[in-house]
């Protein structure tokens, strides 16, 4: 199905070692060839590897970009170099300022050219590539619109450097980099669909799960302007670099008994039964064996059928991921369920990576939990500082001042000042105290006792920023004494299968290795960890081991719970229906889970969350 075939890697880093690989050699070809090499680039989070990978090849002496000039795809226009947002910045800090290139060689478009020169500018740009001898390679990411650069969906073939308005979706991407929506800037300068063809070669790059969707479509789908990057597939060298997760979409992977003669087991049926009838759009008791040899599936039918008895094994091995006893039912045969019934009551531990995170994608079950008598703590592991926009922030800033005045106090330490003279770091504090206000509140509405709640402030959060947190061993320590001291029977943690630069990858990988480095004591033995949702991830029906519904109340009840996550929503409310109320959007994934399993022909529920086992 592949349009252009995906080179699939267990995680980002081995895929990024390639890229660097192919890179370092095209440089070292050209300095041996004496001429100069070009190269295009992006930034976000996606090339990150492959610029750590460079750096380092550089400092080993493997590579020199003296004679390399760099092209940069993208600049958000209204902000100057020095903003610390603009990708001049971006670049500075990432890649430039930690290897030999002269600055001279770098191009990265201007973002604070007066409009009535653009059309120039944008021509004088690409008369620089060209008269630097054409990009020899390109490296991308893909955003989850399907754009290359800032070609939004809609961008012609033949499109140059231009200005572009930037799509919704994108802005909300970067609202984490400028702590908010509203402060993104509306438009960029980009370069074209058509300057990205004129490079010699290309190498396409997609990360974690959020990406997997647009991915499928880019390389899967006929090439349409709605999708900007499956335009490239006209080139005739492109090379695709997928992780797991990001390929986890393609035909291939998703249903792969497409690609050919595969193993029948449990969990591959339970995976092609639900998958077969939400395509066909039947209840999983009423599938024929005509719609398992219509969709491709003859080969299940072959070994495992008819199709009635496959449809009960499937019917079943779904049925029984549903419990509303997450921490497993007390004196009850558990052979089919998907926690023990035993120690009861358990000792359980939720490690939320941010702030928000459990009480999004698993508030009910924390409810339920709590009402099922189990010692439950929770390990808020960040503060979640660098997500709190100012305008939240100065608004609880000037209440405080207010209550000052009110009391009298002799001590007005913050009196008179305004917010934006105070430093960052006082800043950040008081974003710190507004976001465990926040969880505080919405913690208690879910049950859980304050004595219950660990705030970790993981140092590399405190001291790190967004897409450029790098964990230590203290980290890990800190991490390591808190699991260890509480020698928990079930852990959830989320994170697993994000992209690698996040807050929620990082905490997960961390949580895994501890948990494997505990893997041979009684304690570690006997701890099932469990996957939650993360913000942007929702789990595929036969992936899903344990699937804990809510009733209608208890929905109203987590949605309250949320809310209190108040800096974490969007500041400016949706003006029209069209426009969405984007960050509670996860909560309505249970709702869509309920749908899922009731169009499978099980019970209506108001709303479920889900969860993976993990075994490490
Ligand atoms: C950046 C650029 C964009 C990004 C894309 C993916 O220069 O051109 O197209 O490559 O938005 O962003 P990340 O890598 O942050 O997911």
Known sequence: MEKITANIYDGAQAASVVVADKIAEQINNAEAEDRSFVLGLATGSTPLGVYRELINRVRKGEISFKNTYTFNLDEYYGIGPEHPESYRSFMERHFFSQIDIP???????????????????????????SEHGGIDVQLLGIGRTGHVGFNE?????????????LDDLTREDASRDFLGKENVPLYALTMGIQSILNAKQIFMLAWGK????????????????????????????IEVYLDRPASSELTRVKQPWTAGEIAWDDKMMKHAVSWLSLKSQKSVLKLLDKDYSEFGLSGLLASKGPAHKINIIGFNSVQHTISGWPGGKPQTDDETRPERSTPFPKKILFLAPEPQDTCLSAGATIQRLVQQGHELKIAVMTSGKNSVPHEETEKYFSFCQKIHDLSDLQEKLLQGLDYDKLDDEIKGKIKASLRRAETLSALKILGVEPENILFLDLPFY????????????????????????????????TGKDLEPSTVQSICYEMATDIMNDFSTEDWGKDCWVWLYESEKQIF??????????????????????????????????????????????????????????DSLGLAEYEAIETFVRIRL
């Not at 478009?109 to 004088?124: A, M, V």
């Not at 980290?475 to 699991?483: A, C, G, N, W």
């Not at 996860?586 to 309920?594: G, N, V």
Request: aromatic residues 6%.
């Open 153 to 165: 969906p809609g961008s012609s073939v033949d499109s140059i450097t231009r200005l572009v308005q």
């Open 540 to 597: 595929n029906l036969g992936e899903i081991d344990m699937a804990v519904p809510m009733s209608p109340l208890e929905y109203a009840n987590k949605s309250k719970a949320v809310f209190q996550h108040h800096s974490q929503q969007d500041q400016t409310p949706p003006i029209t229906s069209e426009e969405r109320l984007t960050w509670p959007l996860k909560s309505r994934s249970d709702i869509l889970h309920a749908k899922r399993y």
């Open 103 to 129: 600055p001279e060689n770098t191009f990265v478009p201007d973002g604070l050219i007066p409009r009535s020169d653009l059309p120039s500018y944008c021509k004088s740009y690409e008369k620089e590539i």
């Open 462 to 493: 405190e001291n790190g920023r967004e897409r450029n947190y790098l964990p230590t061993e203290d980290d890990k320590r800190v991490l390591s004494s808190t699991i260890t001291e509480f020698q928990p029977q079930q852990l959830f943690i």
């Open 210 to 237: 959020s990406k997997a969707p647009i991915v499928s479509k880019a390389l899967e789908e006929r090439p349409t302007l709605q999708i900007p990057a499956s335009l490239l597939q006209e080139h005739e060298e």
